[in-house]
């Protein structure tokens, strides 16, 4: 095995075999850094994703049923609209992407408050019915 540092000759020497350990640790902070910080998603993809995520959710009913959350999706799309014409593309990027967790949430609330109607009315058929076969059998108890 040989010394990193050899007292003979007083400086430090590299073993032979981290010479390839040396080159790979490199190449894995290069990736890490263009995955991390340096690689920018396109804005006008998320704007785009965005704007598509709102029009399902006034599909959904979000305008009558979540208006809040709907109104906040529009408004920080048209935030996100502003800063990619002002060229400030990270910030566009983040209010597109706010812009769309917003609308899927307005989607989603839309979708469970139609979802809880529908089960209201569910609950309501099943007590009608209950209380029909309830005097049915009162009926029948009472003529004999």
């Known amino acids: 095995m040989e010394r ?5 000759r007083k400086e430090r020497q590299r073993p032979a075999a ?4 040396w080159a790979i640790a490199g190449l894995i902070q290069i990736c890490v850094f263009q995955i991390s910080g340096c690689s920018t998603a396109n804005p006008t ?9 709102l029009r399902t959710a006034l599909e959904a009913r979000a305008d009558e049923l979540a ?4 109104q906040r999706a529009r408004e920080n799309l048209a935030s996100s609209k502003k800063a990619l014409a002002a ?17 899927e949430l307005a989607e ?9 109607g529908a089960a209201d009315k569910l609950r309501r058929s ?6 029909e076969m ?3 059998t009162t009926r029948t108890t009472s003529k004999e």
């Open 4 to 8: 990193i540092f050899d007292p003979k």
């Open 18 to 21: 981290l010479g390839p350990a």
């Open 45 to 53: 993809e998320a704007l785009s994703r965005a704007e598509l995520n």
């Open 67 to 70: 208006p809040v959350d709907l």
């Open 87 to 103: 060229g400030r593309h990270d910030e566009a990027r983040r209010l597109a992407e706010i812009a769309q967790a917003e609308a």
């Open 108 to 116: 989603a609330k839309a979708d469970a408050e139609i979802a809880r």
């Open 126 to 131: 099943i007590d009608a019915l209950r209380q």
């Open 134 to 136: 309830e005097r049915g």
